[in-house]
């Protein structure tokens, strides 16, 4: 079987493929790599890369998107999931979500696992997720 990498790359659909670049750009120090219209204005195409994992983040921008916010209730994207690699990391970033401005759910314990999280959204209203996973014992 052919392997893949292991580096993901992630598209979201968005309003304002701008002013989404600007968000990620200010909350997680993402860089943009390159900012792309058809020619025939259909499709805007920004792409951004963290730089020290390399992750690659692009939004995309349809002129037939009616503007609708994203619903995770319908099929496809459920959450955008960020893993941390301490639980300390956690605070840091709701700290950080605070000094933005940016709502969010605090650090959440969950019940059936000793995994934690933080959630907010982003100005399209997709789920995102900060996510420590607990070390195995």
Known sequence: MPE????????????????SADWYTNLLGMRPTYDH?????AM???GLVE??????LCLV??????????CEFRTGLDHLEFLVERHDDLVEWAERLDELGIAHSGVKKLDYTRNAM????????IQLEFFWRSPTR
Do not use: M
């Open 61 to 70: 921008g349809h002129a037939a998107n009616p503007g609708d916010e994203f």
């Open 44 to 46: 805007r195409y920004v």
């Open 118 to 125: 933080l959630t907010f959204r982003d100005p399209d209203n």
């Open 4 to 19: 893949i990498t292991g580096r993901i790359e992630v598209t979201l659909t968005v309003r304002d493929p701008a002013a």
């Open 37 to 41: 219209t058809s020619d025939d204005a």
């Open 51 to 56: 730089p020290r994992s390399g992750f690659v």
